[in-house]
Nanobody
Framework: QVQLVESGGGLVQAGGSLRLSCAAS????????MGWFRQAPGKERAFVAA????????SYGASVKGRFTISRDNAKNTVYLQMNSLKPEDTSVYYC?????????????????WGQGTQVTVSS
């Protein structure tokens, strides 16, 4: 059974940084794509970033490109999201997700497994 546990959220001032972690367990994740999504109150869940577990290829949403970096540590089975130059509009619950089969990178419905989410709040 796949389990994804996020951590690292919190309150930060605009311009600051946070690093989110997603600890994955339950199976070998080669062949998986790992993604980060976010959802603000009253809005749909939106793609943030994704990384292929096997070869490290990354993708980013337009609003975070150049500010956020996704990475993974194979030995620790952990995926990270380094968030720099944070803006108030980055305030959301951030979710880690896992997808087997390399279908759509950007569509949340293509991811089979989800964590519980971690709150990120950026104050102005």
């Amino acid at each position: 059974q796949v389990q994804l546990v996020e951590s690292g959220g919190g309150l930060v001032q605009a311009g600051g940084s946070l690093r989110l972690s997603c600890a994955a367990s339950g199976r070998t994740f080669s062949g998986y794509r790992m993604g980060w999504f976010r959802q603000a109150p009253g809005k749909e869940r939106a793609f943030v970033a994704a990384i292929s577990w096997s070869d490290g290829i990354t993708s980013y949403g337009a609003s975070v490109k150049g500010r956020f970096t996704i990475s993974r540590d194979n030995a620790k089975n952990t995926v990270y999201l380094q968030m720099n130059s944070l803006k108030p509009e980055d305030t959301s619950v951030y979710y880690c997700a896992a997808q087997y089969g390399y279908s759509s990178t950007y569509y949340s419905g293509a991811y089979q497994y989800w964590g519980q989410g971690t709150q990120v709040t950026v104050s102005s």
